[in-house]
Structure formats: structure tokens, C-alpha cells
């Protein structure tokens, strides 16, 4: 059995629903659709854009209104969810959701974005290093998966103009060095394991520039798996044509028995 399973940042759920998000919803035919920055909680949103036909929809709204939060529609009915990192520091801006199933436990992830201050990289390196411990407790007892916004381009092939952007966040030699750390500790990077030479594959674009229509963009949106799982693996991608945010969703498919 295949399952298909998508992460996107919506940069807004009420906005991206009046620009095709039902019809991108309605193709893509997935299992799981992760959403990252929806930027709303459930008060907000009509109960029929919850509660869609043939899915569980899950919330993690941030605790200030109009900012960071996630959700997630399942067609899959999980054995265990959980929301956030245990550690009390990243429980109230709705990063997180785990989503446990009998052959792995699935993670979407928004990670924080550290441009702000130098307050909000440390913020956002302590939250990746918070995260790593945890998800090795949880791979412990079965495989993951790891999708989502990590915020961060790994290497100069995931980003236009690398020289450029050396010292901005997003792309800093620490940031950088978290995920070289994460991969050492057996997680692969799907869509460059599958396609290690794709130049000018992005998942976001500033709104500035004309970055899109130029594809100046990052490649900052993954999924990512225990490398127990990489046989089970089948596609990993992006569809940059997908509009309605400044990221296009990323996929994966895995094959499961």
C-alpha cells in the first residue's frame, strides 16, 4: 500500500482558501496534508473547512492570534497524537504535530524563523536542538518521519544566490550545521537522496523582486526520514507550481505492507 502524504506553509490558512487551496486539496488526493503558518485557530475558520469529507482535521493554533500554528487534515486515523515539544520554552506558538501510525510516527514541524533578533535564533536554534532530543526518544520505540518548514536551506544547491546570503538567517553556517547534524544522527533529506543533482528546485520565494517569476527561491521546506525508512521510500518531490503562498507544498510517498 502507497500512502502520499504533502507539507505546505499556507502562509495563512483564510488566505490560501480563496486562492484554489480546495482544488490543489481536492488533486492531490493525500493521505496526510501537513499546513504550516496558518496563522488562525479553529474559532476562526468555518467548521466546513475543518471538517472535510473522508479527514480528520487536527489544530495547533498558536497562543497570539494571527501568528505561526499548524494543522493537519488525515484520512488515516492515528493511534496517538501529541502537540508541541515537551519542553515548556516551545509550547505556545503551536509548532508542532506528532502523529503516531502502526509502522512510524510522522512529525509536521514549522521551524521557528530566526531573522527577527539575534533573540530569535537563539530561539530557534535551542527549539532545533529541543526537537532532535526528542525525536530520537520517539525513534526509539519506531521509525519517523520529519516534514515541514525547517526555515533553513542546507546546502548551496538549495538556494539561488548562496555568496549573497552567507550571512543572513536561513542559511547561516550554525543553522546549516544543525542539519548536517540531524542527518548524522541517521535522517535523510528524501528529495536530495532522490534527486542529488536537481538544481533550481525551491519550495519558497520572497514576495519581493519578482523572486518567483525569476525562481530566485530556498529550498527550506522537507521531508525528511529515519534512514530505517529509506527503503520504503518511493517519490519525494515539489510542485513549484502550486500557487496560493510564498512556498509551494513538498511531497512524499512511501510504500507500506
Given amino acids: 500500500m502507497n500512502l502520499k502524504f504533502y507539507s505546505w506553509n499556507v502562509n495563512g490558512f483564510r488566505s490560501v482558501i480563496t486562492k484554489g487551496f480546495w482544488d490543489w486539496f481536492a488533486q492531490a488526493d493525500a493521505d496526510v496534508v501537513f499546513l504550516q503558518e496558518v496563522k488562525a485557530d479553529p474559532t476562526q475558520v468555518l467548521d466546513a473547512e475543518r471538517q472535510v469529507s473522508g479527514y480528520q482535521c487536527i489544530w495547533n493554533a498558536a497562543a497570539r492570534k494571527g501568528y505561526s500554528g499548524t494543522a ?58 529541543a526537537f532532535l532530543a526528542y525525536v530520537e526518544e520517539v525513534r526509539a520505540k519506531k521509525p ?24 543572513r538567517s536561513g542559511f547561516l553556517p550554525v543553522e546549516r550545521a544543525w542539519i548536517d547534524r540531524f542527518i548524522a544522527h541517521g535522517y535523510v533529506d528524501t528529495f536530495r537522496a532522490l534527486h542529488p543533482d536537481a538544481r533550481d528546485a525551491y519550495s519558497w520565494w520572497s514576495f519581493r523582486f519578482g523572486a518567483r517569476r525569476r525562481n530566485a527561491g530556498w529550498r527550506i521546506d522537507y521531508f525528511f526520514v529515519s534512514e530505517e525508512l529509506m527503503p520504503m521510500v518511493r517519490r519525494a518531490w515539489i510542485e513549484p507550481e502550486v500557487m496560493g503562498s510564498d512556498h509551494c507544498p513538498v511531497g512524499l510517498e512511501v510504500e507500506v505492507s
Fill in 72 to 129: 493537519c487534515y488525515t484520512r488515516m486515523e492515528p493511534q496517538a497524537v501529541r502537540l508541541d515539544l515537551p519542553d515548556p520554552r516551545f509550547r505556545d506558538e503551536g509548532r508542532l504535530i506528532e502523529l503516531e501510525f502502526p509502522w512510524f510516527t510522522l512529525f509536521g514541524v514549522y521551524f521557528p524563523n530566526g531573522q527577527m533578533s539575534p533573540e530569535r535564533l537563539q530561539y530557534k536554534l535551542d527549539y532545533y536542538d
Fill in 144 to 167: 519517523v518521519i520529519v516534514c515541514g518548514d525547517f526555515n533553513t536551506a542546507h546546502q548551496e544547491i538549495d538556494l539561488k544566490n548562496p555568496k549573497q546570503n552567507e550571512n
